[in-house]
């Protein structure tokens, strides 16, 4: 799944964005402020070309349309969501994947983190807590479910000397994840297969280990997504995730907290966010036996939500900050508007805005994680 961690556009192109055009695309200046090397687009004309995924690029504006249409702040219902996650989801996934990669880098998810921890390497140590927590072991066939483009997945293989399939239904993630892949050199332990996780192409009882990063969210129906992540996990085996979801904090008759969960659904292409009540309840319903379960970001020593935080300035971080979202805002508004980023662009940004805004808001009134992280075992039993 992921943050929205896309930047946004603000106003109308200013003569600081021609100017500005140098700095995006030349990686050396990111490099003189010490960002993170392995954000794998350097430029913003990687970026605006990105826009789309596989949609044709004359029909990216229509492809917004459609996505909008199915939230509540455009009218939309939970049901219509879920009747069409399918659509949804990969409408989505074209739309913001490129926003994803140059504001995130190659892995699309939160993490718990400590002080005078940079924001790569808590993500590094929050996939490798996943893996230690499933005790991945040299050899074993490991299925990564809703796999992004990849990053936890060559990251979590090269940490444990495993085997791991990312199991994706978005065509341009998955070409873009195998690219990726051949650049770490690691093709010949990972692949990806192309599949609904509500309906595996895996026969039962396949996988050593199962994980999933903030992707699971995306289900219309949390136990039949369940069962089918059971149904292919070998017997005795394990299954551990990170779950987005709301707290006990959360009240669905505030209106405020309804508000915040609906900008986080429009700008991450939810269906609907479960509480961590139902999350662990489905998972007990899919026959699994809870081993443990945690908000993580309950003892975070600082808060999860600080990258998206504009009030906040990080070096290190650069491209998330008011300042350098700025930059990129005006920057490709501008290259939207000569035509090398498809008509569209523009309202990506729009609900991806909104969401950093939710995110942020649900952090801060402590009414949603993006780190539920529990552990479950397939009984022994069971084969």
């Given at each position: 799944?992921?943050?929205?961690?896309?930047?946004?556009?603000?106003?109308?192109?200013?003569?600081?964005?021609?100017?500005?055009?140098?700095?995006?695309?030349?990686?050396?200046?990111?490099?003189?402020?010490?960002?993170?090397?392995?954000?794998?687009?350097?430029?913003?004309?990687?970026?605006?070309?990105?826009?789309?995924?596989?949609?044709?690029?004359?029909?990216?504006?229509?492809?917004?349309?459609?996505?909008?249409?199915?939230?509540?702040?455009?009218?939309?219902?939970?049901?219509?969501?879920?009747?069409?996650?399918g659509d949804m989801v990969n409408k989505y996934y074209d739309l913001a994947t490129s926003f994803y990669e140059f504001g995130?880098?190659?892995?699309?998810?939160?993490?718990?983190?400590?002080?005078?921890?940079?924001?790569?390497?808590?993500?590094?140590?929050?996939?490798?807590?996943?893996?230690?927590?499933?005790?991945?072991?040299?050899?074993?066939?490991?299925?990564?479910?809703?796999?992004?483009?990849?990053?936890?997945?060559?990251?979590?293989?090269?940490?444990?000397?495993?085997?791991?399939?990312?199991?994706?239904?978005?065509?341009?993630?998955?070409?873009?994840?195998?690219?990726?892949?051949?650049?770490?050199?690691?093709?010949?332990?990972?692949?990806?297969?192309?599949?609904?996780?509500?309906?595996?192409?895996?026969?039962?009882?396949?996988?050593?280990?199962?994980?999933?990063?903030?992707?699971?969210?995306?289900?219309?129906?949390?136990?039949?997504?369940?069962?089918?992540?059971?149904?292919?996990?070998?017997?005795?085996?394990?299954?551990?995730?990170?779950?987005?979801?709301?707290?006990?904090?959360?009240?669905?008759?505030?209106?405020?907290?309804?508000?915040?969960?609906?900008e986080i659904e429009l700008g991450n292409g939810l269906p609907d966010i479960r509480t961590t009540r139902e999350c662990l309840?489905?998972?007990?319903?899919?026959?699994?036996?809870?081993?443990?379960?945690?908000?993580?970001?309950?003892?975070?020593?600082?808060?999860?939500?600080?990258?998206?935080?504009?009030?906040?300035?990080?070096?290190?971080?650069?491209?998330?900050?008011?300042?350098?979202?700025?930059?990129?805002?005006?920057?490709?508004?501008?290259?939207?508007?000569?035509?090398?980023?498809?008509?569209?662009?523009?309202?990506?940004?729009?609900?991806?805005?909104?969401?950093?805004?939710?995110?942020?808001?649900?952090?801060?009134?402590?009414?949603?994680?993006?780190?539920?992280?529990?552990?479950?075992?397939?009984?022994?039993?069971?084969?």
């Amino acid at each position: 799944m992921g943050p929205a961690t896309a930047p946004t556009f603000l106003q109308s192109p200013h003569p600081f964005a021609v100017r500005s055009l140098f700095f995006l695309t030349d990686p050396t200046w990111f490099r003189r402020l010490h960002v993170d090397r392995e954000m794998s687009k350097s430029g913003a004309l990687d970026l605006a070309t990105g826009v789309g995924g596989k949609i044709k690029k004359e029909d990216v504006q229509s492809a917004v349309d459609q996505y909008e249409k199915y939230h509540v702040c455009y009218g939309g219902d939970e049901e219509t969501r879920k009747a069409n996650y399918g659509d949804m989801v990969n409408k989505y996934y074209d739309l913001a994947t490129s926003f994803y990669e140059f504001g995130w880098g190659e892995s699309f998810h939160f993490a718990p983190r400590w002080k005078g921890e940079s924001l790569r390497e808590s993500i590094k140590r929050h996939e490798h807590f996943l893996a230690l927590q499933v005790e991945l072991k040299p050899g074993m066939k490991v299925l990564d479910v809703g796999c992004g483009i990849g990053g936890p997945l060559r990251e979590i293989a090269r940490f444990s000397s495993t085997s791991i399939t990312g199991l994706n239904n978005n065509e341009y993630q998955i070409s873009r994840g195998t690219e990726l892949n051949r650049i770490a050199g690691v093709s010949e332990s990972c692949n990806f297969v192309k599949a609904d996780f509500m309906e595996m192409p895996f026969s039962d009882n396949t996988f050593d280990g199962i994980y999933a990063i903030e992707a699971t969210c995306h289900a219309p129906d949390a136990v039949g997504c369940y069962k089918e992540i059971y149904r292919v996990l070998k017997p005795g085996q394990c299954f551990a995730a990170y779950e987005w979801c709301m707290t006990d904090h959360f009240d669905p008759n505030n209106e405020s907290h309804k508000k915040t969960k609906a900008e986080i659904e429009l700008g991450n292409g939810l269906p609907d966010i479960r509480t961590t009540r139902e999350c662990l309840d489905a998972l007990k319903l899919a026959g699994f036996e809870v081993v443990s379960e945690k908000d993580l970001a309950v003892d975070s020593p600082v808060s999860w939500y600080l990258p998206l935080d504009t009030s906040k300035f990080s070096i290190t971080s650069f491209r998330l900050t008011a300042f350098g979202r700025f930059i990129t805002r005006t920057m490709v508004k501008t290259l939207e508007f000569v035509g090398i980023a498809p008509a569209g662009s523009n309202r990506v940004s729009s609900f991806l805005e909104k969401a950093a805004e939710g995110l942020v808001e649900g952090g801060r009134k402590e009414i949603f994680t993006p780190m539920y992280f529990f552990l479950v075992r397939k009984p022994p039993s069971d084969s």
